[in-house]
């Protein structure tokens, strides 16, 4: 049975004498010719959402609930072969299809069919509601436009809801196991960190972006089942349901959507979240997880990539200080270099360093002065408790625009689960390169200052430089697609002769007082923040 992306729209009518006419839509998985399968995000401005919020967890089951829904449009794309089937004949085209005697216009992407069905069962997620509650409750999460409160309540009631549409509707039965048993057997476990995923949606609910393809990484895992995936692959309003398939020779179903705009701490979190099909089916039918299967052995590239991944769990700490954290690196002998503004009330508040299962409390023997580059700090704690991990490999050489990147840092975890956190990952390039300053393409958020930026065009593990801030406006919107590093040739040897002479005045001739790099640093108009 082949799985295809889809839009999935209905037609909303608002309430009022001037009520409209509006056109709802996410994305969605259609399985077989019956079933599809949608987020709950769909259903946001139907006043039968306040139903599903308290419902809490149990499934809908009031025959009442889903007469009052609305007819759902399913929309695919169109492909000849050589058997039509019964679903030709509601074909639609668009305005443009209507063109003839050209030939161009038979063109697969000018193409459509327009199905039509009914939503026969609506359920919520445990696990993912309870990620919401553990993880995600201090993020704003929405779908409409309302105030804040109200949108953050309705968004994350949704964001752990699952919809299955018939589109047999004339013969509408609520039977839901069934299809959701098959659609089980179609998804694969999900990959791994730093692996690429591809995203089918139709952002927007616009067919001409219908199906429309992203690639990026899994950067992190959130939860422990897991619960949610999340994913540097780009994504708009709209693409919530949308299937997300593990990239290669062997493209395989491993999960959908949930949410493609969340804000956190005031920023705009630039990574979409996925949730893993198969821990949500199984949870759904009450059985245990299948059984993996036998994995293909690694290619050259997996193996290198793997070796990396394992070079920056054991490089890469977490410093909290107070209610403020950031992301280290480990530079041997106890010592960790972290950003000065990660540990800037280090006089009051308590410092902690945290890896692989290891907690220690840590000192701070250096920080630079505030509003000066560079924004570095050096914090120390007993080495012997640090024998499992690495000192990393630093190097001096100038990088080069345009050179593949990877950033780490420690964006999102749970106060309840800090023994098993590991660092995100986010890739991308080096978009400006100067001898203060690297600017990368990479999805940084609150939490990777500090961190390493690993370059990736070579076999070995080398950190360029380790990240600073994102780019602000004065109107106080945040882009963790654009962001700032210090290079390592401009405190690397001076650390590492502090550490071997114990000398601070070698610490403070990191301050690069030139009024050019400190200008370079003030990102006038903008500011920084992480």
């Known amino acids: ?30 399985f077989s010719e019956r079933w599809v399968l949608t987020h709950g995000s769909i259903l946001s401005p139907l006043k039968e959402a306040e139903a599903i919020r308290n419902a809490k967890r149990n499934p809908i089951l009031n025959q009442e609930f889903y007469d009052k829904l609305p007819e759902i449009y399913v929309t695919c794309e169109k492909v000849y072969t050589q058997n039509p089937d019964v679903y030709d004949e509601v074909e639609h085209l668009s305005w443009v299809r209507s063109v003839s005697n050209n030939n161009d216009f038979e063109h697969s992407s000018y193409l459509i069919r327009v199905l039509t069905g009914r939503i026969c069962h609506v359920w919520q997620c445990p696990i993912l509601e309870r990620c919401v509650d553990d993880v995600l409750y201090s993020w704003t999460i929405g779908h409409r436009d309302a105030d804040v409160q109200q949108q953050t309540q309705l968004g994350k009631a949704l964001l752990s809801v699952f919809v299955l549409i018939d589109l047999e509707s004339d013969n509408l039965v609520q039977q839901p196991l069934r299809p959701l048993s098959e659609l089980l ?31 990026g990484s899994v950067c992190g895992v959130v939860g422990r089942r897991p619960s949610l995936l999340l994913t540097d692959a780009a994504t708009a309003l709209g693409s919530e349901g949308g299937p997300v398939f593990s990239f290669g020779e062997n493209r395989q179903l491993v999960g959908a959507v949930v949410c493609s705009v969340s804000w956190w701490r005031g920023e705009w979190v630039g990574l979409s ?57 480990y530079l041997g002998g106890g010592h960790s270099v972290t950003c000065a503004h990660v540990v800037k009330n280090h006089e009051t508040e308590k410092v902690t360093v945290y890896c692989q299962g290891v907690k220690e409390t840590a000192i701070v023997r250096y920080k630079a002065s505030d509003d000066v580059a560079y924004d570095i700090a ?57 001898p203060s300053m690297l600017q990368t393409s990479c ?24 990240t600073v801030s994102n780019a602000k406006t004065e109107t106080g919107a945040y882009y963790p697609y654009i962001n700032m590093a210090i290079p390592a040739r401009a405190f690397v040897t001076h650390m590492k002769d502090y550490i071997l002479n114990k000398d601070k005045t070698k610490l403070r001739e990191i301050e690069n007082k030139n009024e050019v790099v400190q200008s370079q640093w003030r990102l006038l108009p903008y500011r920084s923040k992480i």
């Open 1 to 30: 049975m082949d799985v295809e992306g889809v839009m999935v729209s209905y037609n909303y009518s608002e309430a009022g004498e001037h009520a409209k006419i509006l056109t709802v839509s996410a994305s969605g998985i259609k």
């Open 185 to 215: 057997d179609l998804v694969h476990p999900p990959p791994g960190r730093g692996s690429v995923v591809e995203v089918q949606s139709t952002p927007f609910g616009c067919e001409v972006f219908l199906n429309a393809v992203t690639r």
């Open 273 to 329: 979240l996925v949730a893993p099909l198969r821990a949500v089916l199984t949870a759904k039918l009450h059985v245990p997880a299948a059984p993996l299967l036998p994995s293909l052995p690694p290619t050259e590239h997996m193996q290198h990539f793997k070796a990396l991944l394992d070079t920056i769990d054991s490089t890469t700490v977490l410093v909290r200080c107070g209610a403020a954290w950031g992301a280290g690196v």
């Open 378 to 434: 050096l914090v120390y704690s007993n080495p012997q408790n640090w024998k499992h991990l690495t000192a990393v490999t630093f190097t001096l050489e100038q990088p080069k625009k345009g050179e593949p990147v990877l950033a780490a840092g420690f964006p999102y975890f749970s106060e309840n689960n800090l023994t098993d956190v590991r660092p995100m990952v986010t890739r991308g390039h080096l978009n400006n390169v100067s």
């Open 443 to 466: 999805c940084v958020q609150s939490g990777f200052s500090g961190g390493p930026i690993f370059r990736l065009s070579r076999g070995t593990a080398e950190v360029l430089g380790i």
